[in-house]
């Protein structure tokens, strides 16, 4: 990107290519889960609409990313200020925690099996199983980063280099954005229910 300064010189944007790649690509998703849940708004209006209670793992669950991300978050700042033990710790406790984000989505959707809510059933069940899915794998795809970022960091000599940095900024960027995706998909249930 490109803008003018004061003196009508040009001077370049400080955003990496990649991250904005990244933004370009979480906005795409965001798009994805807006046409799921607007597709939920419009065929709740049809009928035939199950009212069920959400699992209350789904509330726990939102906690559990949210721990996550603050883990991520600090392990970063850690990362960049040479306390190696806190920055690896905290990277860990981040990956766990995700884990456990997809350990409680399961039992959550096995809650509301054991309540009669099935996958093929009624359509108000199958719309919170396939967006709730969705995010899990984009979650799963966020894990992925997040073991690359654990290999790298118990793997190779602790240095910071911009190279290493700007990975785990994206996955940083990446991981804040999928907690934020569940905060809005959560809301959007409850409001809906």
């Not at 965001?30 to 199950?50: C, D, E």
């Not at 290999?151 to 934020?180: C, D, M, N």
């Amino acid at each position: 990107m490109v803008a003018l300064n004061d003196k009508n010189t040009v001077r370049r944007s400080k955003l990496h290519p990649l991250k904005f790649l990244l933004v370009i690509s979480c906005a795409s998703m965001m798009m994805l889960f807006a046409g799921l849940t607007s597709a939920y708004i419009v065929r709740r209006a049809g009928g035939n609409w199950l009212e069920f209670k959400l699992p209350n793992l789904f509330f726990i669950n939102t906690v559990v990313i949210l721990m996550s991300s603050v883990a991520l978050q600090a392990a970063y700042h850690f990362f960049k200020t040479g306390k190696e033990k806190l920055y690896k710790g905290l990277l860990f406790s981040a990956f766990i925690l995700g884990l456990l984000f997809i350990v409680l989505q399961y039992q959550g959707w096995l809650n509301m099996h054991s309540i009669g809510v099935e996958l093929t059933g009624n359509p108000a069940g199958s719309f919170v199983y396939v967006i709730s899915g969705v995010h899990a794998a984009h979650i799963l795809a966020g894990l992925a980063a997040l073991t690359v970022a654990l290999v790298q960091a118990f793997s190779l000599k602790y240095v910071v280099t911009p190279r290493r940095k700007l990975r785990f900024e994206l996955t940083l960027i990446y991981w804040h954005f999928v907690g934020f995706l569940w905060l809005y998909l959560l809301t959007f249930f409850v409001i809906q229910s």
